[in-house]
């Protein structure tokens, strides 16, 4: 599931639409520097660009189905919208927010960071939509926006 540690820190992390439902929902939203931090304790670290594109080779026996394997069975919005959820990823659509709070995309869209960098200022993303069942793994957002955390194993 997504993540909801509560770093120590307030001001890298937050609840869609400053909403506590929402995180208890979707877990908590981090900005990059959050993410990276708090996935990096024993064992553990943000995917890479790399990750993301070794389970969509693993998923190319089904290109068009791909993100269906990922999505949980309920909670998003559009049409397919739900997924199948047969690699137990429960994604959920916890949309993201800019610098500023201002927040969009919830039940319909969800990103969740990677370490890699695309420029000095964006890192690549997994997105997942409810509007269709393609996996995306060369997206990219701003560090400064919020979005989900799935720490991995090393």
């Known amino acids: ?12 992390y937050m609840c869609y639409g400053d909403d ?3 995180c208890a929902t979707y877990g908590y939203l ?7 931090s708090v996935c990096q304790s024993s064992g553990w670290r943000l995917p890479t660009q790399e ?7 693993y998923l190319d026996s089904y290109p068009e189905e791909s993100a269906a394997y990922l999505k949980a069975t309920s909670g998003w919005e559009g049409d ?3 997924g199948n959820d047969e690699l137990s990823f429960t994604a959920l659509p ?3 927010c800019n610098a500023e709070g201002t927040c969009s995309k919830v039940g319909s869209l969800g990103y969740w960071w990677t370490s890699t960098e695309k420029s000095r200022t964006s890192k690549y993303v ?3 939509s409810g509007d ?20 991995v194993r090393e």
């Open 1 to 12: 599931k997504n993540l909801e540690f509560k770093p120590s820190a307030s001001d890298g």
């Open 20 to 22: 506590d439902d929402n």
């Open 30 to 36: 981090y900005n990059y520097e959050t993410a990276w």
């Open 51 to 57: 990750d993301l594109q070794n389970l969509l080779e």
């Open 80 to 82: 397919p919208g739900n």
């Open 94 to 96: 916890g949309g993201l």
């Open 126 to 128: 997994l997105k997942l």
């Open 132 to 151: 269709e069942d393609a996996f995306y793994a060369n997206s990219n957002l701003d560090t400064t926006f919020f979005a989900s955390v799935r720490c």
